[in-house]
Nanobody
Framework: QVQLAESGGGLVQPGGSLRLSCAAS????????MGWYRQAPGKQQQRELV?????????NYEDSVKGRFTISRDNAKNTVYLQMNSLKPEDTAVYYC??????????????WGQGTQVTVSA
């Protein structure tokens, strides 16, 4: 069994900052790519990639968050972070972490966090 625990969402004013965390635990042999996705209100079928990071630290960002968001990971803690600065109302969404896990049995699995609400509003 593999579990993901997300934290760090909340309500923030425009221009503010939040830091999301996602910790993986359980029967993990290793973790490959880690990433953050978001699903905005009214877009029930659309979960867009916000940022991703490989095990080696290579990163990829959605254009609208470049220069404002930073993804990082701590491989020793099986944890991925998303530092969000200069937040805008259009960043309001439920944020999900996604982790590509190699289990102790040798299986490759994709796991999603439960989602954390980020609301940017005055």
């Amino acid at each position: 069994q593999v579990q993901l625990a997300e934290s760090g969402g909340g309500l923030v004013q425009p221009g503010g900052s939040l830091r999301l965390s996602c910790a993986a635990s359980g029967s993990i042999s290793g973790i490959n790519d880690m990433g953050w996705y978001r699903q905005a209100p009214g877009k029930q079928q659309q979960r867009e990639l916000v940022a991703a990071i490989t095990r080696g630290g290579n990163t990829n960002y959605e254009d609208s968050v470049k220069g404002r968001f930073t993804i990082s990971r701590d491989n020793a803690k099986n944890t991925v972070y998303l530092q969000m600065n200069s937040l805008k109302p259009e960043d309001t969404a439920v944020y999900y972490c996604k982790v590509d896990v190699r289990t102790t049995w040798g299986f490759l699995q994709i796991h999603w966090g439960q989602g954390t609400q980020v609301t940017v509003s005055a």
